[in-house]
């Protein structure tokens, strides 16, 4: 499987994905944590990894890099000038509504996308490609990851299949975590065409997160991440989630 390289901005960067978004919700104090949604392992792994260098003499500095297999993309990105999505975040300590506002801008060839909660306002130019303005990377945007889009959705299919590998190394030693993304096929949800997609340690075990992402706009309809839900409330499109949690 031929695979692109990417230095992580810091040692957790694969579980960015979901977690970038929530750590500016301080009402939700557990989601300091948020970067093990997609594997509780990669947790165990690395705090165990971490505590053997930590303990070893002389300490050294752990590296860690990103290493994302081949994806093939079968759709553009679409989202639109003027567009208005919403989110509703539920946890057991409360919820939290994420806006996302899309403008066009002379400063950016694709998509500009703002965020805005409670609490933060941020903007980010989305390429056509889906990436991020000067990044290669399609799991995330690192400090920059938002809820609505990543640039893996535009893979997303009835057949999809996608490893990422998280790999530490220190003192002559890797550790290696991979993170899977499998598609389960197609489903109809709030009156959407949406692919189910497990992401996991195990491929063939049970999911640590379940991604549902719009056929036809390629963002995010909804996400049950075990200790949370991301569900969408508003969009240029009608919903129905009658009869759904």
Request: aromatic residues 10%; contains cysteine; proline residues 5%.
């Amino acid at each position: 499987m031929r695979k692109n390289e990417k230095t992580p901005d810091a040692a957790h960067g694969v579980g960015r994905v979901i977690s970038s978004a929530y750590q500016r919700v301080p009402e939700f104090p557990y989601l300091d944590r948020a970067t093990t949604l997609i594997l509780i392992v990669c947790v165990v792994g690395y705090l165990g990894f971490t505590a053997y260098i930590f303990f070893s003499t002389p300490p050294v500095e752990i590296e860690a890099r990103l290493l994302e297999g081949s994806l093939s993309k079968n759709s553009p990105l679409r989202l639109a000038a003027g567009e208005h999505y919403a989110y509703l975040v539920q946890a057991p300590e409360g919820s939290e509504q994420i806006d996302y506002f899309v403008r066009a801008s002379p400063l950016c060839k694709g998509m500009m996308v703002r965020e805005q909660t409670s609490q933060a306002i941020q903007e980010i130019c989305i390429l056509p490609s889906g990436l991020l303005a000067g990044e290669s990377v399609n799991l995330n945007y690192g400090n920059q990851s938002i809820l609505l889009f990543s640039p893996w959705m535009l893979a997303a299919s009835e057949n999809f299949s996608w490893k990422v590998e998280t790999v530490y190394s220190a003192k002559g030693l890797e550790m290696t975590i991979p993170t899977y993304f499998i598609s389960r096929g197609k489903q109809q949800l709030a009156g959407r065409e949406a692919y189910e997609i497990d992401i996991s340690d195990d491929p063939g075990g049970s999911s640590a997160s379940r991604f549902f992402i719009d056929d036809e706009k390629r963002v995010l309809l909804y996400a049950d991440l075990g200790n949370l839900t991301v569900r969408m409330e508003s969009a240029p499109f009608e919903l129905d989630w009658t009869g759904q949690n």
